[in-house]
């Protein structure tokens, strides 16, 4: 990773937006994207990952940079839904495969984030793996995010797609209870209105599902046991975010590309190494470990799938292309324009995602749920905009600081 180039860098800024499952990561994965910036190492590199101003970033780039993101997510969402909740050939087979899935996505992101980093770079490339202290937090992101997929996908056998993407909106929601029960960390009033307000968004639209009210006991249990794996797979997204803020906070200067590639390099080792294994492992210590005999020829079924219905694999490529390709589109917008675009990018994409998916897909929604759409995205929207504002404050505070000390 220490090659070297002589050619004019990209200016960015690093971003903890890490592809992951692109919802997104944000801190989007609380919703907002966040840009980081180093706050010490080479002038060079400080110099080359200074965003561009507003002048220099014209509108030609926003169209491209926006109009990137939104084609890129949408198809991406459009072909996830595609994938795990529609069936393939005339014996309506399904891809149930969410662990090779993982490995395809992790595989594409690690490839185009690497790439992304090679001609970015302003001399050197910078090495994904700094130190040796750095591979254990990153090992656990890679866990955590590689465990987060297969309950979200479980979910949809349960739950429509539109729940899924209305909660995954709501990633500030385990964020906040990760920090408040393990590191006891206080928020200001107004992210409790904004947790309060997305959550009864959430159970709005749930309970006034038009099909749920017609729906035996035993389905209203199915959807509630969709909500509770969907649950599982956010609290493993807040703790994937957690760790991405440790990481920045305490290696710096670390940047988003660079976890971009780590992360998904890890991922796809891990899990390589559980597809390979598991068929290998003896029956007790499956029932050990509580896994289904079923799951050991995930690997070889999937091929075989895949052998079957072969559309299914142009869907799956293209799914795992999306959402790399999308991600570089957030660096390169986070270089060049303010976070809270990419903020405001981010929110209307996520009711963009849920048009396209009622549209498309042919779901209908009740005069309450879009009641609840709007509780959700209106929290979520207002959390971006406050959050801005104070940075901008704290900022002009800073600075009025600095003018006083030099009086």
Known sequence: MARTKQRTPLKRVPSDFIQGAPELFTNESNGNAVAKTNGHGD??????????????????????CVGGIYASFLSWAVLQERITTTTYGTSSDRWTYSIVLNTIQSTFAATTGLAYLYFSAPSTVPPVFPSAKIVGPLLLVAITSSLASPFGYASLAHIDYVTFILAKSCKLLPVMFLHLTIFRKRYPLYKYA???LVTAGVAVFTFHNPSSKKSSKGAAN??????FLL???????????????????????????????????????LTVGYL???????????????????????????????????????DVLGFA???????????VTLARFSSLLLV??????????????????????????????????????????????????????????????AR
């Open 194 to 196: 904004v947790v309060g």
């Open 231 to 269: 649950g599982v797979n956010l609290l493993f997204d807040g703790l994937t975010n957690s760790t991405q803020d440790h990481i920045f906070s305490s290696f710096k200067p670390y940047s988003g590309p660079q976890m971009m590639v780590a992360q998904n390099v890890l991922s796809t080792l």
């Open 276 to 314: 390979v294994a598991l068929p290998l492992l003896p029956l007790s210590a499956l029932s050990f470990l509580s896994i289904p005999p079923s799951s050991t020829t995930e690997l070889s079924s999937a091929i075989t799938f895949l052998q079957t219905h072969p559309a299914v694999l142009k």
């Open 43 to 64: 002038p060079s590199v400080r110099k080359a990952l200074a965003p561009v101003s507003n002048e220099q970033a014209g509108l030609t780039q926003l169209l491209i």
């Open 344 to 405: 405001t990018v981010t929110v209307t994409r996520k009711m963009l995602t849920m048009m396209l998916s009622v549209l498309w897909f042919g779901h209908s929604l009740s005069g309450m749920q879009w009641l609840g759409v709007g509780l959700v995205f209106g929290g979520v929207g207002a959390e971006g905009l406050i959050a801005k504002q104070e940075k901008a404050a704290k900022a002009k505070a800073v600075k009025e600081a600095e003018l006083k000390k």
């Open 321 to 331: 292309a999306c959402g790399a390709v999308g991600q570089i589109f957030i660096y």
């Open 222 to 227: 199915s959807s509630a046991w969709g909500l």
